[in-house]
């Protein structure tokens, strides 16, 4: 099973479709992908400041405008309390609200630390994010993969299979090494002893 959220930044196209059992958030004006796309969400929360008037559905919690979290931080905390530990993200970069895509890749750090997975697709790419672990990406024979350190200082860093390798390397937030490595034919595996990474893949 998975989660599946829509939030209302730029949305291009679905990578899977959400099958039965998934469970569907749509934040605020992700309901209008939704409902483009023939989706019919499991609940539609936010603070609804992109819909102009709310549908008639069953299943809606509102909050305040002025609050702490995101719609999109709403919706991946909803799915953390039901349990889900698989998130893949939609409508959440591009657009003019670049303030909202920095605060949608940070909240795929929050999920790695509580020990779930998130994706979040934009135009072409997708990026996520590990904590304390590794991880592996399937077989390209091309396209771009770019490692960043969020937060202190990560350790233990090691990338193996692509045009560049590391082997158990420091990387800061304030010096960005680990951009634009390159698929060759073959997986990529990225690990981290201590810290949080996140991982951005392009296609070419």
Known sequence: MACYIFGAGSFCGLQA?????????????????????????????????????????ACIKRFPVEKDDTDMMLAIKDGLTHGETEFHLYGGMGGHRTDHTIANLQSLCYLAMHSAHGWLYGDGEVYTAIYNERITFDTQTSGIISVFCMGAEAEGVTINGGQYEVENVALSADFPLGVSNHFVGKPITVSVKNGCLLIGCRNE
């Open 17 to 57: 479709f959400p099958q039965r059992g998934d469970y569907v958030i749509a934040a605020d004006g992700g309901w209008l992908h939704c409902q483009r796309s023939g989706i019919q969400p499991s609940i539609l929360l936010g603070d609804f400041d992109s819909i102009q008037e709310l549908p008639d559905f």
